[in-house]
């Protein structure tokens, strides 16, 4: 999809259309963009609907509309503020180190690693353990049914109608929906809801406290009890804001300004389970995704891994443990986590819904018309970014960052609609790269090929993507 929108952009330019399920405007005007993402974003508030979630995740934020979004994304936004990821510390510090003795002896016994698997472990122990409360261990015990089952939610295959008639056919959406499918998998959702359910009540009879997503969401139902009424009645709640967190995006972008008022109402026991599953679904693969591409860049540029381990090294000594506030002040880190995401954008492409006429410039969008959002093809644009295959993280240095222009590098999205669990997903990519940069040299072995991707909307490795582990004295 990411290739297919960058020969669209070159043959019609920057504001192009087509139809699928209706008319699809694609954007890679980054003016447009700004108004579209951010200052009118009450037109442009929701993302198109094919109504194939199902009945539990048609309450997850990434789908519900309107007022109800906003409400349930107010609720989840303070789970991610900085405070809350300190207080996860030591939840990815043990992943963290369960992952370096596993890797301990991968390099012991001489192995070469395929990063594209293995950090879909990784990801999974950290949302099981932070989001989930559970601790998985996917790394010793790959078979959980816990495992097995999130493993078949994200098996976007041609297996899985409902994806062919949404990537294929979009304007069959109807017909699929009167055919009972769903996006996500019924039977390995049904198991992971049952486990939720069972966790959550566990926690509730117990009144055991863990410091994680869950355990905010649980607290959050609590406050619930008193004011029970069901979701709809707050769609008619009036105005309400989101905070500026929300907004911010790893380039400094203009914030939509929004006016302070906040609904009272807690999330209900199925809104709480949407999220947690919605969480696992959007923070699992795209994070695993972005710490294999990365991996895989560092091994072919080795110049650039070392200047990155030794600028981590300065921060974080031998002995220190790495940590949230540590991890925050290696900027060339930073540099190489966003040009790895400018090249390999987990998510291919964002959509916006227009609610009503809108015009722009001299062009009218009709109300129901579709806005492709081309991240991939934005961050292609050999106008925007010369040399756009390249690896060179230094387009983001102090120096150069003043020359991107805005709304041009999207990989979170951008506005009050942005990826909720950017700095989360920040975080960890952080963590495990520091815990492996300071102990292992990454390097490519004979194994090791340029990565063909497969693009249904998520950018993956197609094939295993094999690297070699040494340890350094
Ligand atoms: C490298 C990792 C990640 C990338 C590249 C990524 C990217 C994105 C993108 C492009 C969007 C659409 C934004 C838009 O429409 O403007 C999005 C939405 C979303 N992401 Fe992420 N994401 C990542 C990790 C995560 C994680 C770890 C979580 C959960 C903890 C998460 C939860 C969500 C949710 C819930 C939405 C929908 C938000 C809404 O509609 O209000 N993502 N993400």
Known sequence: MGKFDVGLIKKFGRVCGYYDTGPILLVSDP???????????????????FDLNGPIM??????????????????????????KMRQMEHLITDC????VAHLDKVVKDGEDLD???????????????????????TQ???????????????????????FLVVFLAPRFAPFAKKMKMQLTPRRPLEHIVLVMKEILEMRKSSGQVRRDFLQMMVKAMDQNDSTKRPAKDYEEDGPDVLSDALSVGPSSQPQANHQEHRINRALTPDEVMAQ???????GFETTANTLTFMTYLLSIHPEIQERLRKEIQQVIGRDVQPTYDLIAQIPYLDQCINETLRLYPPATRAEREC????????????KGTTIGIPIY????DPEFWPEPDCYNPDRFSEENKHKIIPFTFLPFGQGPRNCVGMRFAIYEIKMVMVSILLKYRIVSSPRTVTPVLKDWGLVTPKDPLWVKLEEFS
């Open 31 to 49: 003016e447009m963009l700004k108004d579209i993402m951010v200052k009118d974003f009450s037109v442009f508030a929701n993302r198109r609907d």
């Open 58 to 83: 048609d309450l997850s934020v990434s789908v519900l509309r309107d007022q109800h979004w906003k409400h349930v994304r107010n609720v989840l936004v303070p789970a991610f503020s900085s405070g």
């Open 96 to 99: 963290c180190e369960t992952m």
């Open 115 to 137: 990063v594209k698997e293995y950090f879909k472990r990784i990801t999974m122990d950290v949302i099981s353990s932070t989001f989930f409360g559970t601790k998985t261990d």
């Open 140 to 162: 010793s015990n790959p078979n959980s049914p816990f495992v097995k089952n999130a493993l078949k939610i994200f098996d976007i295959s041609i297996f899985n109608p409902a």
């Open 276 to 282: 947690s599953v919605v969480f696992l679904l959007a």
């Open 355 to 366: 609610s009503e006429d809108w015009t722009w410039k001299n062009l009218t969008i009709e």
């Open 377 to 380: 093809g934005l961050h292609h």
